[in-house]
């Protein structure tokens, strides 16, 4: 009864315990042989409470490492274009209007690590998790409409470009620029990356994007395809490096403050859901792919129709359980919602639940955050890691398994809806698709930048492949000359590179040029 901590009379305080339930009378003293030790074996305390702290961390995640969680809910308008939506999707937490669904959102930074700064020139990560009553939907997307591949095989390839070197461990521009200058289906994100949209004011003030196709399905299991996109009620704000550094001088988690402190003050961030949608076919009057994700729909041909709008009202109660070990994944959807072939998404959908098992351990959905709160859940799993919870078995809990004539589980009624999906008839194969026109969105979006966002791309473009090698700078002002004149001929400016200088250049193998492209080529000289 030494230890300093020991429970004095008049003091109301909760006791410490073990996680064993044992009162800890002196938590100041190991139990040794005599005051000046050695120590003994048996000191059940110390050694459970060391041991737990040697194992406080689990892998980051290998991207999205540094986010912020909060919940909220998601209340639904119950149309589409002024129609019931049920005419576009049987989804239940889209019918009705005013139905609410409560959510969890985690924003995040893409490359840096679980402490890095906020302040970086990067996606941000926009998930987020409806608890409905059909199971979780998970929507996994960022704050830019595109992304810089379009095949998952490449994931690794731009992660670990983008990522610090691996003997260095810095951020290299000739890195990210020798993969980029390769891979000329980056160039629509890396337009958007390096203007001031690349690094968002704070998490209140940026979009959100779905970025991959997916499908709605009806009652009558017809399927359109849809893109989502998520309006900020703040306003969409971003920084210039010159902001960005003097944000950072002072403060590596300035977005996590701000939208924790909004939270609390009552200020509750809000942004509503627009769908686009289109025919579920391969449209083959557009000049691009409706799978592409490195491509946006044009609004004017698919307007961007608002369906509901999410709110922020709560915090975090523990960083680690709420935000370190929520885990989302492209392949959690419910009933009415659907994948689309989009070789990204499908390639996604294999990526999360399989880093989530490695990542938080095999039974990850049975923690709070992860678990599907407001739908029934009964599974025939069994055991594993960290097993929590034993879910309901029906009236016979011996059968864990399926079919049974013993009681147990048995499978849902199909209510009638038809299964959908496309019929897909093609020789298995490796190869682009077609359409990949990689310049042309790249331009229209430079286009429609204000003059002093064009000017900040310019020069971000300029810092960064200024220390880069020659011929990765001759190449990205090659595309770049291909992306908008005007663009290719600043940056080829800033560098000393002129048209006639690249003019040389052949497409890079297996490119898809259009006439467009080739017009622009052959001015190039
Ligand atoms: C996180 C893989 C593309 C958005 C992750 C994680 C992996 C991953 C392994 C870590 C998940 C975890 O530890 O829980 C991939 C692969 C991609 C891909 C293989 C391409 C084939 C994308 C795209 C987007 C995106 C296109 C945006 C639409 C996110 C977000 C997170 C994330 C927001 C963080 C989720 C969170 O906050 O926990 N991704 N990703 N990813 N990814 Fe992707």
């Known amino acids: 009864m030494e230890g300093t901590g020991a429970m004095t009379t008049g003091d109301d305080r909760p006791v410490l315990t073990t ?35 040697d194992r406080e961390r689990i892998p980051e995640r290998v991207v999205h490492a540094r986010g912020v969680t909060a919940f909220g809910y998601f209340e639904a308008y119950g149309t589409y274009g002024g129609e019931p939506i049920a005419r576009y ?14 959510v969890a959102l985690r924003f995040s930074t893409v490359i840096g690590g679980r402490d890095s700064a906020e302040t970086a020139r990067d996606p941000r990560g926009f998930a987020i998790k409806f608890y409905t009553e059909d199971g979780n939907w998970d929507l996994v997307g960022n704050n830019l409409a595109v992304f810089f591949i ?37 160039m629509h994100m890396l337009v958007n990356l390096f203007s001031p949209r690349g690094i968002p004011a704070t998490y209140r003030h940026m979009q959100g994007f779905g970025v991959n196709t997916y ?8 399927s359109r395809l849809v893109k989502y996109h998520w309006m900020p009620k703040a306003g969409v704000r971003g920084l210039t490096e010159e902001d960005a550094a003097a944000i950072q001088a002072h403060d590596l988690g300035h977005a996590t403050k701000d939208l924790h402190e909004a939270i609390e003050r009552g200020e509750y961030p809000e942004w509503e859901l627009l769908v686009q949608m289109m025919s579920d076919d391969e449209h083959p009057e557009l000049d691009f792919d409706p799978l592409d994700d490195t491509k946006v729909w044009p609004e004017n041909d698919f307007p961007a129709l608002p369906v509901g709008r999410l709110v922020l009202d709560r915090n975090v109660s523990n960083n680690f359980a709420d935000n370190e070990q929520i885990s989302f994944g492209t392949g959690v959807l419910v009933d009415g919602l659907d994948f689309s072939e989009d070789k990204m998404l499908i390639g996604r ?41 034993v879910d309901g078995r029906g009236e016979n809990p011996h059968v864990n398994y399926e079919p049974s004539i013993s009681g147990g589980l048995r499978e849902a009624d199909l209510d009638g809806s038809p299964e959908v999906g496309p019929v897909i008839n093609a020789r298995i194969t490796r190869q682009r698709i077609p359409r990949t026109n990689d310049y042309v969105q790249a331009g229209q979006r430079y286009c429609l930048m204000h003059q002093w966002e064009k000017d900040d791309l310019v020069k971000n473009f300029t810092a960064n492949l200024g220390q880069c090698p020659r011929p990765i700078q001759e190449r990205m002002v090659w ?47």
């Open 349 to 389: 959908t294999f990526s999360y639940s399989d880093t989530q098992r490695y990542r938080v351990g095999p039974n990850y959905l049975q923690l709070p955050v992860n678990q599907a709160r407001n739908a029934d859940v009964r599974t025939n799993q069994s055991d594993g890691l960290m097993m929590y919870a």
């Open 89 to 102: 999707t049987r989804a239940k937490l889209f019918q009705e209007a005013g139905k609410r669904t409560d």
């Open 479 to 525: 595309h770049l000359l291909l992306v908008e004149d005007d663009l290719g001929l600043r940056v080829g400016q800033g560098l000393g590179i002129s048209a006639a200088d690249v003019s040389h250049l052949e497409p890079l193998p297996g490119q898809q040029l259009t006439e467009e492209d080739q017009r622009r080529l052959a001015g190039l000289g």
């Open 19 to 53: 996680r064993q339930g044992h009162p800890v009378y002196d938590n100041q003293n190991q139990r040794t042989v005599g005051p000046r030790g050695p120590a003994t074996l048996e000191n059940y305390h110390f050694l459970e409470k060391i041991s737990h702290f």
């Open 150 to 186: 379009r095949d998952a095989i490449k994931f690794p390839d731009v992660i670990h470009a983008l990522k610090p070197d691996p003997v260095t461990f810095r951020q290299e521009p000739a890195r990210i620029f020798d993969f980029m200058s390769q891979t000329p289906e980056s």
């Open 215 to 222: 499908r709605w399905v009806t009652a009558d299991g017809e």
